[in-house]
């Protein structure tokens, strides 16, 4: 027990540490000169207090993230169309992208990313299921950095959305899990990136954290979010309408 309040306190300097002096940023504008005042002015902030920020929200006793981040862009072909991705410690930005889409999600697609850069998982013989990965990178973007924005509301009438969708819908599961399940002294989804990171995570991880298995979690979720029967229009009341039957409510088609 002591032993584990040492390294838990010892966690708590480092990353107290860390975000004080914050980490090292390399910005390369090189192939994108349009985008460098956008990137010093309204992306650098962004970074300076998020990156350290998101290394806290996922620290983890004994971890150290990455103290050195590097951005650069490059063109669409490539970045094979894909807006951004991360190796290791260098968030790649695809120019054209970010050029046509800076007054929208640009910013919360770096956030989103520097999630991975500070997930660090490692490519192990148990790599952590994709849509963990992901989903806990678009929770901290939707739910933590941009909440007002309300960008992650799972389509609930299509029957194929599930808790493992990934990306924006698994987020929405795990704010869901976080609201009603959370509380304790560790966030749940701090607990899931660790179980990932530390090549452990199974199915197992749900019924740990909530006491349910992630089917009913993921049934439970849904139907927290299903939209109540739509009400047929009622007709104006006559004599007949009075000793008519109450009128079934319509079931709800997904
Ligand atoms: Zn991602």
Redesign the pocket.
Known sequence: MKKLTTAFLAAAAMTLGFAARGAVYHFDTSGAPKLAAWTDTKLRPVVEQWYPRICSLLQEPGFKPPEEVKFCYREDRQMRGIPAW?MGNAIWLNRQWFEGNLEGEAIGCVV??MV?VAQAYRRGRHPAPSWV??GI?DYVRWFLYEPYTHGARPNFRDQRTRYDNSYRTTAHFLNYVELKYGGGNTPIYRRLNAAARNAAYSDEFWKVATGKDVAALDAEWKQAFARPPRERRQPPKTKTSETSKPQKPETSKP
């Open positions: 991360t989103h990313e991975h990965q992901e990178a």
